[in-house]
């Protein structure tokens, strides 16, 4: 019977060296591959972030301009309470006219 397959040394040079080594290698590529993908996900933010960010400023640009000012809401209340205070008149005199 060969002891060959008993000694340590033997066993850790055709076996647990190779093994470790594989393991070492696919550790590696996993953290390669997390790599290129947090990358590419950190990428992807920031582009998301910077449309965000546009529409944003161009949303604000157009409330900006389709803001209605106090002085042109003091114009229309003006204007409307001009037009119903003639309603009223036409109304009163409609009604003075009938009794």
Same mark, same amino acid.
């Given at each position: 019977?060969?002891?060959?397959?008993?000694?340590?040394?033997?066993?850790?040079?055709?076996?647990?060296?190779?093994?470790?080594?594989?393991?070492?290698?696919?550790?590696? *590529?996993?953290?390669?591959?997390?790599?290129? /993908?947090?990358? #590419?996900?950190?990428? *992807?933010?920031?582009?998301?972030?910077?449309?965000? /960010?546009? $529409?944003?400023? $161009?949303?604000?640009? #157009?409330?900006?301009?389709?803001?209605?000012?106090?002085?042109?809401?003091?114009?229309?209340?003006? /204007?409307?309470?001009?037009?119903?205070? /003639?309603? #009223? $008149?036409?109304?009163?005199?409609?009604?003075?006219?009938?009794?």
């Amino acid at each position: 019977m060969d002891h060959a397959f008993l000694d340590p040394g033997w066993w850790v040079t055709a076996i647990e060296l190779p093994a470790l080594g594989a393991m070492a290698l696919l550790l590696w *590529r996993a953290r390669q591959e997390w790599d290129s /993908r947090i990358d #590419e996900l950190e990428r *992807r933010f920031d582009l998301g972030l910077g449309q965000m /960010r546009e $529409a944003l400023a $161009a949303y604000k640009l #157009e409330v900006a301009k389709s803001y209605a000012t106090t002085g042109y809401l003091k114009d229309v209340e003006r /204007r409307l309470t001009e037009h119903l205070v /003639r309603i #009223e $008149a036409k109304l009163d005199a409609v009604q003075t006219g009938q009794r």
